[in-house]
Every structure is written in C-alpha cells, then in structure tokens.
C-alpha cells in the first residue's frame, strides 16, 4: 500500500486524511474534491472548516504527502486504497423524502471509481450510509464483467466536530467491516486495520462484517441523539415541577450503568448528522415493516422539534408576550461550540421563529457568521455583529445558543448596562453563571429549572439579596409571565 485517496474534502474527509497523513509518513495521501474553492482554502492557512488543532496538524503534512486536488480521476487512478466521504443528505425528493440518504453524490463515485480504476483497488466507505449500501457498491463497482476486483470495506466515522482532532487522535474505537468469509476480503480489512494500527491501540481496532459496521454507525448517533432528546423530555418536565434538570442529569449520571456524558439539556441538538442518520434508521425499520420500532426512534427527532420551539415559547411568554419590534441578541450560531458549522443548528430554527413574531434579531457568533449570512440571504429585520458587546447594545434580551467558551467571559456588568430594561437573558445552553448574572440585574431563564427574574411584584431590585423563593417566578415551563408583567403565579 503506497497511496491512499479520498473522495469528498469536507469536515469528515479533510479532516481524517490529515491524521492518516501525519501518522504515516510514507503513505501518500490525495484528497479530491469537485469543490474547488474548498480544494483551494485547503492549501492555505485558512482552512475551509473551523477545527481547533486542525492547521498544525494539516501544515505537518502538507506538501510532504498531504495533496489536495481537484483531479478526481487522477486521485482514484493512482490510488490502492479509496476513502469515499462525500455528503449524504437527507432526501429532499422522490421516494424516502424527508427520510432516506440522499445517495447520488455517493453513487457517482462509484462510477467514477470504475471509470478511472485499471487495477485493483479497496474502496472504503467513510461516508455514513444506510445498511447494505456496499452491496450496491459493489454491484456497480463488478457491473463490467469483473474486469478489477474491488474490495469493498465499512469504515464509518465516529469524530465529533470541534473535538476532530483529538477524536482521530485517540479514538474510543476504530470500526473496519468487511467480508470476513473469504480470504480476499480478510485482507483488505487488515491492510485498512493496519493503517489505524500506527497510531489506535489494537484492542480498539475492530473488525466486523459490513453490515454490523454500516448498522453500528447509524445506531451510535441513534443512541447518542436519544440521550440528549431523554433529558431534554426531563428539562420540561422540570420545569413545571421546580426540579433542576442540572441536579438530575449529576445524579441520574452517577450511576456508573448511565453514565454522566450527553446528558446537558439544551435547545436541542443540531449537526448535520443526528437527525439525518435517525431518520435513516426510520426510514429503513418503515422499510421492513417494523413501524413500532420507526415510531420509537422518531420520536427522537419529534422531541428535538419540541425543545425548539418550546424554548421560543417560553422567551415569547417571559417578555410579556410581544417580542415585536424588539432587538434581540442571539449569541452563537454554531450547531455547538468549536466549530464554524451551522448545519440542522437549533439556532436557526429559533431565529426564523424569532422573525416571525417580528423581532429585531442581531447575530453574533466567532466562527460561524458567515455560514449564518449564508443561511438568511437578503431576510430583513436581521443583522450579523461579530463583537457581541455592539449585538447586546441596545437589546431587550440575550439568547445564549451555542456554549462559546469565550461567552462565559464576557463583561456581562457593561452589557447589561447597555441593554433595554427590563434585560432578559435566556441561556439555551445551560452554562452561565445564572445566579451571578441575577445579581447584576438580568432576568435570568435556564432551561430545567426555574428562571431567576426580579420581576415578581415587591421583589428585590438587582444587586440585593434576599429569599429567592419570593422573586424567583414559579413554574415558567408551564405558566411563565402572564402578560401584565407579574409571574403569573398565585
Ligand atoms: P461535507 O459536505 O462537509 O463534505 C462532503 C464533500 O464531498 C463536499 O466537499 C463535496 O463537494 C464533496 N463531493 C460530493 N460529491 C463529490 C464527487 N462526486 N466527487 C468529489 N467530491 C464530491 O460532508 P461531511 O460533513 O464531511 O460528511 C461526509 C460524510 O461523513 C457524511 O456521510 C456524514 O454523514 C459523515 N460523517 C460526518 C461527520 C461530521 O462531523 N460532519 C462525522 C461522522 C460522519
Ligand atoms: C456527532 C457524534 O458525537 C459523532 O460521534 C458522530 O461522528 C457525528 O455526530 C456524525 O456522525 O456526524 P457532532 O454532531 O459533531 O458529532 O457533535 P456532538 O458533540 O455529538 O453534538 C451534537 C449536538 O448535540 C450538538 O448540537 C450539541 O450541542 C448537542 N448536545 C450534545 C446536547 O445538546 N447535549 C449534550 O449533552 C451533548
């Protein structure tokens, strides 16, 4: 094995073949990609995706035995080993709209892959797929009469964003499916295996057949999604009951079968994965008839919906009902923290419904304002403001959407001296200091737990102490303020 390439530069491909790159030094590694202008960023020192560690590690290899092209022929033709990871969206059209994956771009590369193919070659999919789609590969990649022999592996991906790096440093596990029947096939999976083998401990190495593999990748984000959809169930639920949904995901998380990780409740989870591999999964359990099981894991994605919308719900009651007019000053766009990607973020949803009762939306965000420009076009009534002091300026609320790190530093005094009073700040993501930021005379709205506003009649003014029981408003999930500006409780 001398040279791998891979199909699709995006935030899998890019990614994944700098850390093959940069821990094998004598494989030579070609990322193609039809995008040129992504080709293009991934020369330079702006690289086209936002990853913490990512341009060190890139800058390692490239030009050694990193290339990025736009020859994708040229890529396959020189190829032993092929990684496909192009994009595979949900359907928009046809049959499975709105649930299958999209696989044109996917079987494209299939025949490309044949057309520029004169020996024979491992193809990888990298790519998140529905199970048995390597059956089709391979009945495409065979469909000149087996002129090559391909072997045809699952290798999904398990990096999250933001964390890319560390992830393909130092994986929980590395997946390699393959026909494990014959001999042909046993050795294309240790060839792949031994790629990871250089850096993975062998224990986490595994091998399995493809189906399993393909099956295994669209289950962990079924697994994952679920778990933050569970306690975001619990966060409206705690709302109405005055628990604090921090306190139960600590203690719920304790136990060591549970576990204390995805378990933050939120404005619910976006990426471009989670709810386009559930709704595979959906759509692949309709296919053969097992509807309670498709029931089961939509509702994942219904509750994810929910938590959205009941989150604008519950800004909407908060502000005495009418947020027409008002600027409000959503703080982060990003899908989460880390990244530039804003793709399925749940601050979209929020914003769009944001427009809709006519606010003023002003967007900030330090990696991901450009993808947000990108995602409203010409809207009117919103702005984009990349220093978040001049976004706060002049604002009715705050809405904290992604967990920037550089957030919980803001001079929150001088914003709220800014701001239009009463100032409301709405935390989707949980990770403010909330009693703090009461003490300098925000309301403050978590999710799963009670808001901390001095808006309940003949409570203390900002800065003061006292009881909070008495200005804390009661219950804001089910009741929040009605519209006299009282907290709606008796
Ligand atoms: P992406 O959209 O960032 O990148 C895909 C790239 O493929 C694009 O740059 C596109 O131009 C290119 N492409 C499409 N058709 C092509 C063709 N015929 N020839 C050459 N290039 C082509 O997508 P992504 O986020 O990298 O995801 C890729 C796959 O990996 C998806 O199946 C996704 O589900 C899976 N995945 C993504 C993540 C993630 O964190 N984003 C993690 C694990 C798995
Ligand atoms: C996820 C998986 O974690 C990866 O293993 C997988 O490879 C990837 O999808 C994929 O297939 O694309 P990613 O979407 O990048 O990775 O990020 P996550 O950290 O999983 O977060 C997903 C969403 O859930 C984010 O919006 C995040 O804010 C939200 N989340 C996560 C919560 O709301 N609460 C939590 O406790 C955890």
Redesign the pocket.
């Known amino acids: 094995m001398k040279t791998i390439a891979c199909?699709?530069?995006?935030?899998?491909?890019g990614p994944t073949m700098a850390m093959i790159a940069a821990k094998c030094p004598d494989l030579t590694v070609l990322v193609?990609?039809?995008?040129a202008d992504?080709i293009r960023a991934w020369g330079t020192d702006t690289l086209p995706i936002y990853e913490p560690g990512l341009l060190p590690l890139v800058r390692q290899a490239r030009g050694r035995n990193l290339f990025f092209t736009t020859d994708?022929a040229e890529a396959i033709h020189r190829a032993d080993l092929i990684f496909v990871?192009?994009?595979?969206p949900t359907k928009t059209y046809g049959q499975g709209a709105g649930l299958a994956a999209d696989l044109q771009?996917w079987e494209?590369?299939a025949r490309?892959i044949l057309a520029h193919s004169d020996r024979d070659k491992i193809v990888v999919e990298?790519?998140?797929?529905p199970v048995r789609t390597a059956e089709a590969m391979a009945r495409i990649l065979h469909s000149d009469g087996g002129r090559i022999r391909f072997d045809i592996l699952s290798n999904?991906?398990?990096?999250?964003?933001g964390t890319?790096v560390k992830d393909l440093e130092n994986p929980d596990r590395v997946l390699v499916g393959g026909d494990l029947e014959t001999e042909n096939g046993r050795r294309a999976v240790e060839a792949l295996a031994d790629i990871y083998r250089r850096w993975v401990p062998r224990e986490r190495v595994l091998t399995t057949n493809v189906w399993s593999s393909e099956l295994s990748k669209l289950v962990a984000n079924a697994f994952l999604a679920q778990r933050v959809s569970s306690i975001n169930s619990i966060s409206a639920l705690a709302e109405t009951t005055g628990a604090d949904v921090g306190e139960v995901a600590r203690a719920v998380g304790m136990d060591s079968r549970i576990g204390g990780k995805f378990l933050r409740a939120g404005i619910g989870f976006g990426?471009?994965?989670f709810k386009?591999?559930i709704l595979n999964l959906v759509y692949l359990c309709r296919n053969y008839g097992l509807t309670e099981v498709a029931d089961y894991w939509e509702s994942v994605v219904r509750l994810n919906e929910y938590q959205k919308t009941r989150f604008v719900r519950n800004m909407l009651k908060a502000m005495f009902n009418t947020i027409a007019g008002k600027r409000i000053a959503v703080l982060g766009f990003a899908f989460k923290a880390d990244t530039g990607?804003t793709r399925e973020t749940p601050a979209l949803t929020v914003c769009r419904e944001l427009l809709a009762e006519h606010a003023e939306v002003v967007i900030s965000d330090p990696a991901a304002l450009d993808n947000a420009r990108r995602e409203f076009g010409d809207t009117a009534h919103i702005q984009f403001e990349p220093d978040p002091a001049q976004a706060a300026a002049g604002a009715h609320a705050l809405v904290f959407l992604t967990d920037w790190d550089s957030y919980r530093h803001l001079d929150f005094a001088a914003l709220y001296h800014g701001m239009v009073k009463p100032a409301f700040l709405f935390d989707g993501r949980n990770f403010l200091n909330h009693r703090e930021l009461f003490h300098l005379g925000f309301n403050v709205y978590p999710i799963g737990s009670q808001p901390l506003t001095h808006l309940a009649a003949g409570g203390p003014g900002p800065g003061q102490d006292g009881p909070v029981g008495l200005w804390v408003c009661g219950l804001w999930g089910k009741t929040g303020l009605a519209s006299d500006g009282s907290d709606g409780s008796d």
């Open positions: 199909i699709g530069a995006g935030y899998v491909g193609a990609d039809v995008n992504r994708v990871s192009v994009n595979t771009y494209k590369v490309e990298k790519s998140t797929l999904p991906e398990f990096l999250a964003e890319a990426g471009s994965c386009k591999d990607d």
